[in-house]
């Protein structure tokens, strides 16, 4: 399914003195069964952008077509639970949002909201349970007897219990350990070979360029970039420009080193990255 911006504009509490521009005339497309990132700096406005992908944020101004449905500052409730239903909102630390006297009532109450049947709804948060990494074990205890990555687990379960077409999560593996965030990137990908759209807030360039096959990069509201994360790692000077202050580790650095590139010391910021590649391109005459 396929999420398309035309011209959006988003403006939080217009008219008021707190009126701030949230996004300012974003315009792309999202391919059906892609896997997309959306990078950019503290307050850029990834969060506003992932919020009009249900329809949660209408735009101020512009539309946002998911498959063929328009969303527009008009549409009616109606048509938005049925949106809703397509798209999956995984929020940073849904763990908060954890509710259920047990962990199984929690990962049926989306299925069950978007009209399965009791039956259907039970089975769906078995088999979700399970393919998120946990014991079956767990279904009858409440959630929050559970480990934090156990939770974290459950509440993703519990949107991904109702398979919606388009999942969207924000910085889900935000404080695992790195084994836990290797499975649950692992569950994302599997999910998109499965033939769903998968769209990622993170600040980990190489969860991204590992992941992801295109990225969005926003500043102060405006998409700035629209390209593979391979295309964007290999503009040394648009990095340096953009992406200054962020870590990148040893996996981001092999990727680039796939471009020709070979570097010493791990992990590396970009700063240092960005630095050993000009220094590399001057010594090879600039003519990569
Ligand atoms: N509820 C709100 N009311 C007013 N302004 C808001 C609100 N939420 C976000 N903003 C503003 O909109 C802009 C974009 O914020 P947003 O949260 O979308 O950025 P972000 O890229 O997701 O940031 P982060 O990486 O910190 O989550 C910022 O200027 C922010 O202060």
Redesign the pocket.
Known sequence: MSIEFKNVD?I??PGTP?Q????TNISFKIRSGSFVAIA????????????HFDGLLLPSKGSVTIADKSITSNTSSKSLKEIRKKVGLVF?FPESQLFEETVLKDVMFGPLNFGFSEQKAKEQAIQWIRKVGLSEQVMNKSPFELSGGQMRRVAIAGVMAYEPDILCL??PAAGLDPEGQKQMFDIFKNYQREGHTVIL?S?NMDDISQYADDMLV?E??HLIKHASPKEVFSDPDWLKKHFLDEPATSKFARKLEKGGFQFSEMPLTVDSLVNEITTKLKSKGGNE
């Open positions: 988003y939080y509490a707190f701030t521009q949230g996004l950019g700096h503290t307050g850029s406005g990834k969060s506003t952008l992932m919020q940073q924000d910085e807030i600040h926003l102060h509201g």
